[in-house]
């Protein structure tokens, strides 16, 4: 029985919602990164400024060929194919004859990639494989730093240094030892195709070395690792493992050396002697393309002879993009044609 005393309290019951409302903030949508607008001018302008520089360069190309044969036409007219194949040079009768030029240029050039090359990659794979790491960092600095010398300070350096040291010791026990090869005879005038080899040997150095280096490094460590695993000598497995997966790289470095050989000037021009002559001999004087073009464009007088200087220019050009094309095939035949593999 309820308590009198105490009232009872007023408890409604749920009413129903009349009206309901909810309120939001609103919601601030965050700027797109790339806002859609009508870009398609735009597009067409930076695709129009690519083509550009991409046709530049074939542009200079065909100048280049352009004026190399229209101010060589004078000497192809008067000489025709003989002009390559001719060894008279004589300015005063205008005979004028380049395969003494071709002939020392593509001599030289050979002599040394077969000392360059060797040395170059030979350093490579000390800083890469086998030098420690104190002193691979100033070592690889040291080399490429040879690159940045001028040609006129090697030039220098092989008159006062190289020169004489060819005179009186290599050139002599070369003559005496090999003399029967008919390559090292004759007398030693120091100044020779020999030594126009071993400086531009030296200049191409550094670059063969820096590009081979760069070529090392990026082949996978588990090549090396595999090859070791395998019991294979350090250097079987850096033939095996390293060399042959960079074999294409080197090359490539080969191409680019021989490329500054074929178009060094000044360097060459302080050692080879400039004897337009023929030698079976690396003991005697010999000229370049790059040096006639050096020694005498600034005293042709006759519109032949300038004009025969001009197509040894000429000559130096088709013979680069020739030496390039072989140096393509023998990549080809590395390579049979497939595409470069990317490494991790």
Same mark, same amino acid.
């Given at each position: ?192 195709? +020999? &030594?126009? !080899?071993?400086?531009?040997?030296? =200049? #191409?150095?550094?670059? %063969?070395?820096?590009?081979? *280096?760069?070529?090392? @490094? ?9 090859? +070791? &695993?395998? !019991?294979?000598?350090?250097?079987? =497995? #850096?033939?095996?493992? %390293?060399?042959?997966?960079? *074999?294409?790289?080197? @090359? ?9 050989? +074929? ?8 050692? #080879? ?72």
């Amino acid at each position: 029985m309820a308590n009198p005393a105490f009232h009872r309290p007023a408890m409604p019951g749920p009413q129903p919602v009349v009206d309901t409302k909810v309120i939001t903030a609103p919601v601030s949508r965050a700027a797109p990164l790339l806002a859609a607008s009508g870009g398609e001018v735009s597009d067409r302008i930076f695709r129009l400024a690519m083509l550009t520089c991409g046709l530049a360069v074939l542009a200079v190309l065909a100048l280049i060929v352009y004026e190399l044969v229209l101010r060589s036409a004078l000497s192809w007219h008067a000489f025709g194919l003989k002009f390559f194949t001719g060894r008279d040079w004589d300015p005063v009768s205008e005979q004028f004859g380049a395969l003494p030029f071709v002939y020392g240029t593509l001599v030289s050039s050979l002599l040394a990639l077969i000392i360059a090359v060797p040395l170059a990659v030979g350093v490579a794979v000390f800083t890469t494989e086998m030098c420690p790491r104190v002193l691979r960092g100033p070592l690889s600095f040291f080399v490429e730093l040879l690159a940045a010398i001028p040609s006129v300070i090697y030039g220098l350096w092989a008159i006062f240094v190289l020169v004489p040291i060819l005179t009186s010791y290599v050139q002599p026990f070369l003559s005496k030892t090999l003399g029967w090869t008919k390559l090292f005879e004759g007398p030693s005038f120091g100044y020779s195709m +020999l &030594a126009a !080899g071993i400086i531009l040997a030296i =200049m #191409i150095v550094p670059i %063969v070395s820096s590009i081979t *280096r760069e070529v090392l @490094m990026v082949v996978p460590q588990h090549q090396r690792e595999a090859a +070791l &695993a395998l !019991g294979a000598t350090r250097w079987e =497995m #850096i033939r095996i493992g %390293v060399l042959r997966n960079a *074999r294409a790289g080197i @090359m490539g470095a080969v191409i680019l050396g021989l490329g500054r050989a +074929l178009g060094e000037t000044m360097a060459v021009t302080m050692v #080879i002697g400039n004897r337009p002559e023929i030698s079976r001999s690396l003991l005697a004087p010999g000229y370049t393309m790059a040096s006639v073009l050096a020694n005498e464009f600034s005293e042709a007088t006759g519109n032949v002879y300038l004009s025969a200087l001009i197509e040894i220019g000429l000559a130096l050009f088709l013979v680069t993009i020739v030496v390039n094309a072989l140096a393509r095939l023998l990549v080809w035949t590395v390579t049979r044609g497939q595409p470069a593999r990317g490494h991790a």
